[in-house]
């Protein structure tokens, strides 16, 4: 319904002469801001105040329409000395703004960077109209200098902070996408109005901002039947300092505005030897490239933090890996190798040339079963570890010690002859059979030591000299325990 009665608005300000057609230009203006205010009011979006200032701008707008129509009539032209609709004309865009900065924070959560995107590109904007507008209307006159300076900074101030809606996510919300193209038709209309107008000291006026006039009038209107007008807002999820690949794209393209507008200060025809226009020129291009050094520098912080973080997470996945390595080849309780590790090296010292011989002792303690059945598991498992420790104490520098399963454990001497075995062995044994202290009890515990030296005369599975060395331990436990056992094999071939 909304829509026909701007068609058929729209149809006679077409096709109507004057002063029909200015009259109905004017009331596609008042139907659409009547919906939009009528919609705030009724519907209630949030944040509230935010739209109430809208509502507010585009009424200053209509305002701004009528009286230049009612005083002036359907003219081309309102010249710039007539300070009352000019004046009426600089007062949309503050509303604009600030209602639009209220909307960015329900759309976005980066809103500091957000607000220096949206200063550097309104800087890169106004460097152009300073060049093309702004800069011929402060040669006519002080008067005319001032109104020529707030008019277009108002529309300026609109048009950044409906980039930081845009910036910060807005436009995936319809309605506040609306709004945003609302504004930046508004600020179309005054900055052709005022390029049009240089050098005639007028505000000039065509087909071409009619037309756009009256689709900003039609498009207030369709802010307020929108649906979304009453959605809770999408928040944009981008870490902070973050460049999408448009922005990086709109980016590229502005910081080559500050030579177009110093060329055209400088050299071109409105603005050739004017030294304040050079001044101008230079300081706000000066501030708009510190502040893209600054952007550059949060992005380039940015990709440190990022790239620290993956160094971390690298870090991190290789201690996880190294630990998960260690977990795979050692016993959990211990902390000793576990059998894989054993054979493993258990092989490669029987293939390695510098090693003339290896003894294997095997041990298990005796009566460990009775001290687990009779004290529990968990004092078993701390005679385990004591014992762990004990053979590390005990173990020439190069032995490779391995715990196989419950009270069973294995020492690998590379470069040991029986006599070297024998003595180990028995150090062994005493060493395992000093008393224990466990949670407040003494107990004592002794170890029977099986001991299998291989010369390297003929190659042997580990799994022989594992099985070899158990026969062994078994002969031990036999003679009586407390004792070791020394079995050694020369296989000829």
């Not at 109104?147 to 309605?175: C, N, S, T, Y």
């Not at 922005?247 to 200060?265: D, Q, Y």
């Not at 706000?284 to 160094?311: K, M, S, T, Y």
């Not at 291989?454 to 099985?467: M, T, Y």
């Amino acid at each position: 319904m909304y829509l026909l009665v701007q068609l058929g608005l729209l149809g006679t300000a077409i096709a109507a002469d004057e002063p029909a057609r200015s009259v109905a230009s004017v009331a596609v203006l008042v139907t659409g801001t009547s919906v939009l205010t009528v919609s705030v009011w009724r519907r209630g979006p949030q944040p509230r105040s935010a739209w109430w200032l809208v509502a507010a701008g585009a009424w200053a707008i209509v305002a701004e329409a009528i009286s230049v129509t009612v005083v002036y009539g359907p003219i081309e032209a309102v010249a710039i000395t007539a300070t009352w609709p000019i004046l009426i004309a600089t007062v949309p865009y503050p509303l604009f703004a600030a209602g639009l900065l209220l909307l960015s924070r329900t759309t976005g959560r980066r809103g500091p960077v957000d607000a220096l995107d949206a200063t550097i590109i309104a800087l890169a904007t106004f460097l152009v109209l300073w060049g093309f507008a702004v800069n011929e209307v402060l040669t006519i006159s002080p008067r005319t200098a001032s109104i020529g300076v707030v008019l277009p900074f108002g529309a300026l101030l609109a048009f950044a902070m409906a980039v930081k809606v845009a910036l910060g996510g807005g436009l995936r919300d319809p309605a506040t996408a609306v709004l945003v193209v609302i504004v930046a038709v508004a600020l179309s209309v005054t900055l052709v109005n005022l390029v049009l107008g240089v050098g005639s000291n007028a505000l000039r006026t065509n087909a071409a901002t009619h037309l756009l006039l009256t689709a900003y009038g039609v498009l207030v209107g369709v802010v307020g039947v929108l649906p979304s007008l009453t959605r809770p807002r999408p928040r944009a999820e981008v870490a902070s300092g973050d460049m999408s690949r448009a922005r990086l794209v709109v980016f590229s393209l502005i910081v080559l505005l500050p030579l177009l507008a110093w060329w055209e200060s400088s050299f071109g025809p409105f603005g050739r030897d004017q030294l304040p226009a050079v001044f101008v020129t230079v300081s706000v291009a000066a501030l708009f490239l510190v502040l893209l050094v600054i952007r550059l520098a949060l992005l380039a912080r940015l990709a440190q933090r990022r790239a620290d973080e993956l160094a971390a997470s690298v870090a991190t996945q290789r201690r996880l890996e190294e630990q998960l390595r260690y977990q795979a080849t050692h016993d959990s309780l211990t902390d000793l190798a576990n059998r894989t590790v054993l054979t493993d090296r258990l092989t490669r010292s029987l293939q390695s040339e510098q090693s003339a011989s290896a003894a294997i002792l095997m041990l298990d303690l005796d009566g460990f079963k009775f001290v687990n059945d009779s004290y529990g598991h968990a004092i078993g498992d701390e005679l385990l570890v004591q014992t762990a420790s004990r053979l590390r104490a005990t173990a020439p520098d190069g032995a490779t010690l391995a715990r196989l399963g419950g009270d069973e454990f294995v020492i690998l001497c590379e470069n040991a002859d029986r006599t070297a075995a024998d003595h180990l062995a028995h150090r062994v044994v005493d060493a395992l059979h000093a008393p224990y202290e466990l949670d407040g009890q003494r107990l004592r515990v002794s170890a029977s030591v099986g001991v299998v030296v291989v010369n390297r005369d003929e190659i042997l599975s580990s799994a022989q000299i594992l099985r070899d060395a158990d026969s062994a331990l078994y002969e031990a436990k036999a003679a009586g325990r407390d004792r070791a056992v020394v079995r050694e094999r020369h296989l000829h071939g």
